[in-house]
């Protein structure tokens, strides 16, 4: 049985607005090859890119000025959010671990 996830809770509806627009892509990796890194790649850029982690954790800070220590908390939270954003998609989805290939910097830096 298929489900449409509702808005999660920790989501404003802009978020959860984008997060439903890549249902369709989803459920195609899903049935098809299930090589979910470019899609987990292009979400976290899109994300990161409106909704900046470390501008959460550091308000008025550029991600560059950050301190090593820093950038790692930074990293952290993101790790966090895509593993939230990914409750969202309908089961089975794709393993966490292959998020971890995607290094802060690449998006939202």
């Not at 098809?32 to 976290?44: I, M, P, Q, S, V």
């Amino acid at each position: 049985m298929s489900r449409t996830p509702g808005p999660p809770t920790w989501a404003t509806m802009e978020q959860t607005n984008l997060l439903q627009s890549y249902i369709a892509d989803y459920k195609s990796i899903n049935s098809g090859n299930h090589r979910y890194t470019d899609f987990w790649a292009e979400l976290k850029e899109v994300w990161f890119g409106k909704y900046p982690a470390h501008q959460e954790l550091y308000p008025n800070q550029a991600l560059k000025d950050l301190t090593t220590e820093e950038r790692d908390l930074v990293t952290k939270a993101m790790d966090r959010t895509l593993k939230v954003c990914s409750r969202f998609f309908p089961r089975p989805y794709t393993n966490i671990s292959d998020l971890s290939a995607l290094k802060i910097g690449s998006a939202g830096g």
